[in-house]
């Protein structure tokens, strides 16, 4: 168990919804970090947030916002959902910087 | 090009078998190399964390880096049915403020 708790486990909607992903960091982390997996384009950077501030974007859709609340755990907000959307949604966590970032279990999105 | 090549496999050894696993990368920009391993249904667990070139050795585990070719490895001796699973590169720039560059994974299964 790395600490890092993500909610729900699994999410199921449809095409033009919008939905919600929550991830509470380890305690004493400060930096949240979201990643999106599927089975093409494999692991990728979303977005960053250090102590409720954005630090570094990735290749985020216009559609995804993210924040990250004052006791530090984070939502990750899709719209306009499309079925291209379905994929494993992973949160970590670090103190920050180059420190070794720890992975939640994943929120399984599928878009029908 | 993408900046990080993996080969997805999969791949299959006997028990107690060495394996070897790489990954190349095209910037040379990167300073920081790491190994995940993912479980099926789980987020990825750190393995294996280097800077710059050379080996380092955790237990079964051994990671090199040679940065001249661009290319890091990770070996696994006496490879057993617990290490099945998806093994991910991942990369990260000086600077670049923590965020992940990731290999879309080889999918290692150990056979008893």
């Known amino acids: 168990d790395s600490g890092v708790t993500q909610t729900p486990k699994h999410l199921i909607t449809a095409t033009g919804q919008r939905v919600t992903l929550r991830c509470s960091p380890r305690s004493g982390d400060l930096s949240v970090y979201w990643y999106q997996q599927s089975l093409d384009q494999g692991l990728q950077f979303l977005i960053q947030y250090y102590n409720g501030e954005e630090r570094a974007k990735g290749n985020i859709l216009e559609r995804f916002s993210a924040q990250q609340f004052p006791d530090l755990h984070s939502e990750l907000n899709l719209s306009s959902l499309e079925l291209g959307d379905s994929a494993l949604y992973f949160c970590?966590?670090?103190?920050?910087?180059?420190?070794?970032?720890?992975f939640g279990p994943g929120t399984r999105l599928t878009v029908l | 090009q993408k900046e990080v090549e993996q080969d997805p496999g999969p791949l299959s050894v006997p028990e107690g078998a060495i394996v070897s696993l790489n990954c190349t990368y095209s910037?040379?920009?990167?300073?920081?190399f790491m190994w995940y391993r993912q479980y099926s249904r789980k987020g990825p667990e750190l393995l294996m964390y280097t800077y710059s070139s050379g080996n380092k050795e955790d237990g079964r585990f051994t990671a090199q880096v040679d940065k001249s070719s661009k290319y890091i490895s990770l070996f696994i001796r006496d490879s057993q049915p617990s290490d099945s699973a998806t093994y991910l590169c991942a990369m990260r720039k000086r600077g670049s403020q923590g965020n992940l560059i990731f290999g879309k994974g080889t999918k290692l299964s150990v056979k008893p």
């Open positions: 910037n040379s920009a990167f300073q920081y």
């Open positions: 970590a966590s670090n103190r920050g910087g180059a420190d070794t970032q720890y």
